[in-house]
């Protein structure tokens, strides 16, 4: 049994027990999408090109040439697509080139959390391996620099990195107070990358937006307009978004030419359970409850919720449930042999 008939049969099943069907409200099908891809750039530094081809990458998708366009052209950009669409590379390509023709340039990449940023310093490390020797130009070389960075290593990033990751917290209390021991740095950056900008709202989003505004008066201090490159998830007001954060004029590319798969959309209201106080089952017990069926025909899935304490009684109850082990927690806080 393939895994989309599964899929379907499960779906189907829900849709015709009375004890599920009434508590679906709204359910959607998104049909497959065939990629639409963009032209390779003609300026796009030779190493670079054969990096991508070595890696079976022989056209890129239309948003990340979209993107490499734009941001080439020194406009500011938003990138709202699709989860696993591409949106590191749409980033990665212009400022690698521009960092290669340069040798002096610089590069800023903010993430939420540190987690996020060490999967990208692993991702773009992994490039630069293959990058750095047939490049024909100074090798560039990519560090994190956070709360867990040893200070023995953190002068010698500032001298030598040319792309350095980071988050909203260390660059607030790190790097900006201390501005003028990375004045080369600051005098030469040239790409701000601001990682799931969607993220960024309320008091946290209010405190980014005054970070990024002290970031560019110290940039203009040294002589720098570095151009900024923004991803975020598919949400209503991407450009109007960034325009907040950035406070300048932002260039929106939100046409996905990724391929995605075949997609159903359920949303799904858990039961009253006590009519005259309006009480509905809690939404963790519900989300066990149909995990039980996904997990019995074999599917993988994901269970977001928003909180530690919430994965860790989700993990116990659904391992209770189905008696596995094959369900497994991943949250921030986990110790590392864990």
Known sequence: MTPNSSLEQILSRWQNEPGITANIVETREIPAREAVFGEMPEDLHPGLRHVLQSSGIARIYSHQAAAFEAASAGLNVVMSTGTASGKSLGYQLPVLNTLLNDPSARALFLFPTKALGNDQVRSITELLRSLNPISGTAPIHAAAYDGDTPASQRSSIRAQARILLTNPDMLHIGILPHHTNWAEFFRNLRY???????????????????????????????????????????????????????????????????????????????????????????????????????????????????????????????????????????????????
């Open 192 to 338: 701000v990358v601001i990682d799931e900008i969607h993220i960024y709202r309320g008091v946290f989003g209010a405190h980014l937006a005054n970070l990024i505004r002290r970031l560019k008066r110290i940039c203009q201090f040294y002589g720098a307009f570095p151009i900024f490159i923004m991803t975020s998830a598919t949400i209503s007001n991407p450009r109007e978004h960034a325009e907040h954060l950035v406070e300048s004029p932002v260039t929106l590319i939100d046409q996905d030419g990724s391929p995605a798969g075949r997609r159903f959309f359920l949303i799904y209201n858990p039961p009253v359970i006590h009519p005259d106080l309006g009480l509905r089952r809690s939404a963790a017990a519900e989300s066990v409850r149909l995990a039980q069926d996904l997990w019995a025909a074999k599917m993988q899935t994901l269970i977001f919720v928003r909180s530690r304490r919430a994965v860790e009684i989700l993990l116990r109850d659904l391992r209770d449930k189905t008696n596995s082990n094959d369900v497994q927690g991943y949250r921030s806080g986990y110790l590392p042999q864990e």
